[in-house]
Nanobody, 125 residues
Framework: VQLQASGGGLVQAGGSLRLSCAASGRTFSSTPMGWFRQAPGKQRDLVAAITSRGSTNYADSVKGRFTIARDNTKNTVYLQMNSLKPADTAVYYC????????????????????WGQGTQVTVSS
């Protein structure tokens, strides 16, 4: 099983980026997925989570700016990031849960079983 994250880069404050995470090796259409981020010297925190049915949850710091979505036909989860701020600078990781969870999402990293390799997002002021 592999999660391949892409789409990171360098952007000016106020700009946008779209992260993608393509899964291979098994389908995750019936399990929750999420995006986390980790800045240097800080813990890995949830950015957004999505259930198998499309219900979503966001960190307060990104509400109204970021949108998580999934395309189960492509086994892919996305993170659209708008109005980016320097505080959003971090390595972003996608993650997936291995078990069916109904319309439930998880907010802690310990709940996730599979992780992508991370993609760097840098927002300049």
């Amino acid at each position: 099983v592999q999660l391949q994250a892409s789409g990171g880069g360098l952007v000016q404050a106020g700009g946008s980026l779209r992260l993608s995470c393509a899964a291979s090796g098994r389908t995750f259409s019936s399990t929750p997925m999420g995006w986390f981020r980790q800045a240097p010297g800080k813990q890995r925190d949830l950015v957004a989570a999505i259930t198998s049915r499309g219900s979503t949850n966001y960190a307060d710091s990104v509400k109204g700016r970021f949108t998580i979505a999934r395309d189960n036909t492509k086994n892919t989860v996305y993170l659209q990031m708008n109005s980016l701020k320097p505080a959003d600078t971090a390595v972003y990781y996608c993650a997936a849960v291995s078990r069916w969870s109904g319309d439930y999402y998880y907010t802690t990293s310990a709940a996730y079983d599979y992780w992508g390799q991370g993609t760097q997002v840098t927002v300049s002021s």
